[in-house]
Antibody
Framework: QVQLVESGGGVVQPGRSLRLSCAAS????????MHWVRQSPGMGLEWVAV????????YYADSVKGRFTISRDNSKNMLFLEMNSLRPEDTAVYYC???????????????WGQGTLVTVSS | EIVLTQSPGTLSLSPGERATLSCRAS??????LAWYQQRPGQAPRLLIY???SRATGVPDTFSGSGSGTDFTLTISRLEPEDFAVYYC?????????FGQGTKLEIK
């Protein structure tokens, strides 16, 4: 069955960097568009970034554009989020999510990981 | 960016009652609209996609309707496990925005 496991979260100082990982099983990441979504404590869901199924397109929320980079490693079946110049407002649980239809980009999210907490604080 | 506005912010009902949640888009998203349920401490779970199609394993007490800019999630008869936060999401363009959520609480 499909499983997504995030890792890499932790406490980091403002201005520093962090790399999140999402290990996928039960499907191959090179066949599906993949997303990162975050949720600040007590708040709603905020879409962060998407990597198209063929890996050619990447889109970001305005709040992270120019600071975050989404990527994947097909050989390891993993998704990544490189986060630079972190700010206190980036503090959140970060989820990776898989879309529901292969070889399609504009699709709902049918599977989510359990999330990894990133805390940006001095 | 397409803004999704959900109402009400909080809905207080009793088990067995009917719940109606609304989601309005700032511009047409056709039927590229999904609904998710999030229980405390858990990841979101897909309920409805394509505005009205139930995801695998979702009880038929959940139904979605609408198109364009106005959408509704209806829970016909509330069970104790249905009390949670519900989010709508549009996936029609490259900015996959979410609504701010509706908290469904026990009255």
């Amino acid at each position: 069955q499909v499983q997504l496991v995030e890792s890499g979260g932790g406490v980091v100082q403002p201005g520093r960097s962090l790399r999140l990982s999402c290990a996928a099983s039960g499907f191959t990441v090179d066949s599906y568009a993949m997303h990162w979504v975050r949720q600040s404590p007590g708040m709603g869901l905020e879409w962060v970034a998407v990597l198209s199924y063929d890996g050619s397109d990447k889109y970001y929320a305005d709040s992270v554009k120019g600071r975050f980079t989404i990527s994947r490693d097909n050989s390891k079946n993993m998704l990544f989020l490189e986060m630079n110049s972190l700010r206190p407002e980036d503090t959140a649980v970060y989820y990776c999510a898989k879309v529901g239809i292969s070889y399609s980009d504009y699709v709902y999210f049918d599977s989510w990981g359990q999330g990894t907490l990133v805390t940006v604080s001095s | 960016e397409i803004v999704l506005t959900q109402s009400p912010g909080t809905l207080s009902l009793s088990p067995g009652e009917r719940a109606t949640l609304s989601c309005r888009a700032s511009q047409s998203v056709s039927r590229f609209l999904a609904w998710y349920q999030q229980r405390p401490g858990q990841a979101p779970r897909l309920l409805i996609y394509g505005a009205s199609s139930r995801a695998t394993g979702v009880p038929d007490t959940f139904s979605g309707s609408g198109s364009g800019t106005d959408f509704t999630l209806t829970i016909s008869r509330l069970e104790p496990e249905d009390f949670a936060v519900y989010y709508c999401q549009q996936y029609g363009n490259s900015r996959f925005s979410f609504g701010q959520g509706t908290k469904l609480e026990i009255k």
